[in-house]
């Protein structure tokens, strides 16, 4: 069974750095074509694609905050790590973290599995 | 980026009703696009992926089709169970990205 998870703080101080971790398991990242990627939402709002790490450790950020985000693989944890710098208030969102797999014949990548979220509060 | 566009926001529809919602994309995407549903407080959960295929596990009162900028999402007989949000997602850039959402409550 395939299952995420992820962890972190449920409340951030303007400007900090937000670290979030994925733990997974049922699969392997260094499985040829598995990806990993981070999505969050805001309270009331539509989802956002942030990040992605591929299998080969090829990494994607969001055109709007790449600037802002790191992400990175510790495949001998099972673990993935997010981090976005300088939080504000606009970054209150739950985070997913979300498997990507190639379900169709023609490699069509879909957000298949999700994490149950968890919610991060940026507040003084 | 390829920017996702929905309509309506949002819908009112009785049990049993046959419901549509359309998603644009900027560009052509040819095929590559999913729909997901998600209900108050939780994750999202696949339905249809590469527009038409259903995900295993999805009642087949749910149909997907379109092709290149043009796509619906389709719900044959409303069921109390469907009474959430639905969003659409491009796969074909590297960069994924959402549509505003549809809302469907109960009329």
């Known amino acids: 069974q395939v299952t995420l998870k992820e962890s972190g703080p449920a409340l951030v101080r303007p400007t900090q750095t937000l670290t979030l971790t994925c733990t997974f398991s049922g699969f392997s990242l260094t499985t040829s074509g598995m990806r990993l990627a981070w999505i969050r939402q805001p309270p009331g709002k539509a989802l956002e694609w942030l990040a992605r790490?591929?299998?080969?450790?090829?990494?994607f950020y969001s055109t709007s905050l790449k600037t802002r985000l790191t992400i990175s693989k510790d495949t001998s944890k099972n673990q993935v790590v997010l981090t976005m710098t300088n939080m504000g208030p606009v970054d209150t969102a739950t985070y997913y973290c979300t498997r990507e797999s190639p379900l169709s014949a023609a490699a069509i990548y879909t957000v298949d599995v999700w994490g149950p979220g968890t919610t991060v509060t940026v507040s003084s | 980026d390829i920017q996702m566009t929905q309509s309506p926001s949002s819908l009112s529809a009785s049990v049993g009703d046959r419901v549509t919602i359309t998603c644009r994309a900027s560009q052509t995407i040819f095929n590559y696009l999913n729909w997901y549903q998600q209900k108050p407080g939780k994750a999202p959960k696949l339905l249809i992926y590469a527009a038409s295929t259903l995900q295993r596990g999805v009642p087949s009162r749910f149909s997907g089709s379109g092709s290149g900028t043009d796509f619906t999402l389709a719900i044959s007989s409303l069921q109390p169970e469907d009474f959430a949000t639905y969003y659409c997602q491009q796969s074909y850039s590297s960069l994924f990205t959402f549509g505003p959402g549809t809302k469907l409550d109960i009329k």
């Open positions: 790490i591929d299998w080969n450790n090829d990494q």
